[in-house]
């Protein structure tokens, strides 16, 4: 048994009391920095999820932008092929030189876009950025050498579009 004995119910000590008042008084303390960090939290939270909406909104203006800016760029390109397909009729040959310099404009549209057009023909074969469409003996050419494309790659390093679709030298 313990030598303390319980002080007996409804008797009150003057040192009770305030012991009982420091504890409220602590208590109600602590329940109130409870709160306020709670308040602050969640106003943290809204902070957040507000901060959140703000930046989708104006990445989809910045993304509604750059669409509008590209689109804009290519209606040159589109112009120049419904010139060349009105004087196709009249003049069926000059369609040939009205492709020729459509094209020209689309490819230097990608350049300036930051993809340029790769010329692979000659060069060894690398599977990051040719994709082998087949192969075939060329007297000409050392096996593994891209002798022909199919498809053109455009970018480079990270920022390729696309492989090149080539024929590839082998042995005879």
């Given at each position: 048994?313990?030598?303390?004995?319980?002080?007996?119910?409804?008797?009150?000590?003057?040192?009770?009391?305030?012991?009982?008042?420091?504890?409220?008084?602590?208590?109600?303390?602590?329940?109130?920095?409870?709160?306020?960090?709670?308040?602050?939290?969640?106003?943290?939270?809204?902070?957040?999820?507000?901060?959140?909406?703000?930046?989708?909104?104006?990445?989809?203006?910045?993304?509604?932008?750059?669409?509008?800016?590209?689109?804009?760029?290519?209606?040159?390109?589109?112009?120049?092929?419904?010139?060349?397909?009105?004087?196709?009729?009249?003049?069926?040959?000059?369609?040939?030189?009205?492709?020729?310099?459509?094209?020209?404009?689309?490819?230097?549209?990608?350049?300036r876009?930051?993809?340029?057009?790769?010329?692979?023909?000659?060069?060894?074969?690398?599977?990051?950025?040719?994709?082998?469409?087949?192969?075939?003996?060329?007297?000409?050419a050392?096996?593994?050498?891209?002798?022909?494309?199919?498809?053109?790659?455009?970018?480079?390093?990270?920022?390729?579009?696309?492989?090149?679709?080539?024929?590839?030298a082998?042995?005879?």
């Amino acid at each position: 048994m313990s030598s303390e004995q319980p002080e007996p119910t409804g008797a009150t000590s003057p040192a009770g009391d305030a012991g009982a008042g420091t504890d409220q008084a602590d208590r109600a303390a602590l329940e109130a920095r409870v709160a306020e960090l709670t308040d602050q939290r969640l106003r943290a939270l809204a902070e957040l999820d507000n901060a959140r909406k703000r930046y989708d909104r104006e990445l989809g203006q910045v993304r509604e932008q750059e669409r509008i800016r590209v689109t804009r760029e290519w209606l040159p390109v589109l112009d120049n092929l419904e010139r060349a397909l009105a004087h196709a009729g009249a003049h069926p040959e000059s369609i040939v030189g009205g492709l020729e310099a459509v094209s020209g404009q689309a490819v230097e549209l990608v350049r300036r876009l930051g993809f340029p057009r790769q010329d692979d023909l000659g060069e060894r074969f690398d599977p990051s950025r040719h994709e082998a469409a087949g192969s075939r003996p060329d007297a000409d050419a050392p096996p593994g050498t891209v002798v022909e494309v199919l498809q053109s790659a455009y970018g480079t390093g990270d920022q390729q579009l696309r492989p090149a679709l080539v024929i590839v030298a082998k042995d005879d």
